[in-house]
């Protein structure tokens, strides 16, 4: 029973266009999302986050949407560069779960010079 | 200020054997949580302390896994017996506030 779900496993863009992540989730109860990014051998960082209340959050060339009607979110980064080629991870929360995080299975980017 | 430290990067035992698996936190962070991933799929949760108190233990699979956090510090994750399916890479994370996540590098497990 997966809770969210990010259904592309991978996304190959060119350098300088934009790049969309897509999660879904399933649970009504969560309220807070968090986009991480993860390079080989290393743990995942923190990237954007996005509360229910809101719809949108921008921070720099990241940009978060929720549609909650959809249980939907989305990550856009532009324009994309090499350096941002890692696996993202969609992450959500919610009150009755305290902060634990359940997460997306992920989303490998590639980055095309 | 020192990130979260994992030790050991990387670990490969024999089914049937123990492995300690050792976190120390970002200083001051009282929340300290064990995240693992397998066969690289999701990233699930095991467990959350604060301080030296489980607040959460719900994501443990199973009575094999024994973690402590001594004296509220750093924090211990043992497998006894490890088994072929606890194969996989184990992240430590600490937070001082909600969800201020910052997370080890991991340690890689695996059984053989």
């Known amino acids: 029973d997966q809770q969210v779900k990010q259904n592309s496993p991978s996304l190959s863009v060119q350098e300088g266009r934009i790049s969309i992540l897509n999660c879904d989730y399933t649970?009504?109860?969560?309220?807070?999302f968090l986009w991480y990014k993860k390079y080989p051998a290393e743990g995942p960082t923190f990237l954007i986050s996005?509360?229910?209340?809101?719809d949108k959050n921008e921070d720099g060339r990241f940009t978060v949407f929720l549609n909650k009607s959809a249980k939907h979110l989305s990550l856009h980064i532009v324009p994309s560069q090499p350096g941002d080629s890692a696996v993202y991870f969609c992450?959500?929360?919610?009150?009755?779960?305290?902060?634990?995080?359940?997460f997306g299975g992920g989303t490998r980017v590639l980055v095309k010079p | 200020e020192a990130g979260v430290t994992q030790f050991p990067s990387h670990s490969v035992i024999e089914k049937g054997q123990t492995v300690t698996l050792r976190c120390d936190p970002i200083?001051?962070?009282?929340?300290l949580y064990w995240y693992r991933r397998v066969m690289g799929k999701e990233i699930k949760f095991l467990l959350h302390?604060?301080?030296?108190?489980?607040?959460?233990e719900s994501g443990m699979p199973n009575n094999r896994f024994l973690a402590e956090r001594t004296g509220g510090t750093y924090s211990t994750l043992k497998v006894q017996p490890a088994e072929l399916e606890d194969s996989g890479v184990y992240f430590c994370?600490?937070?001082?506030?909600?969800?201020?996540?910052?997370f080890g590098s991991g340690t890689r497990l695996t059984v053989v």
């Open positions: 200083s001051g962070h009282d929340n």
């Open positions: 649970n009504s109860m969560f309220d807070y």
């Open positions: 302390f604060v301080k030296e108190s489980k607040q959460d």
């Open positions: 994370a600490s937070s001082q506030a909600y969800y201020g996540y910052t």
């Open positions: 992450a959500a929360s919610g009150r009755a779960a305290g902060n634990k995080l359940t």
């Open positions: 996005i509360s229910s209340i809101k």
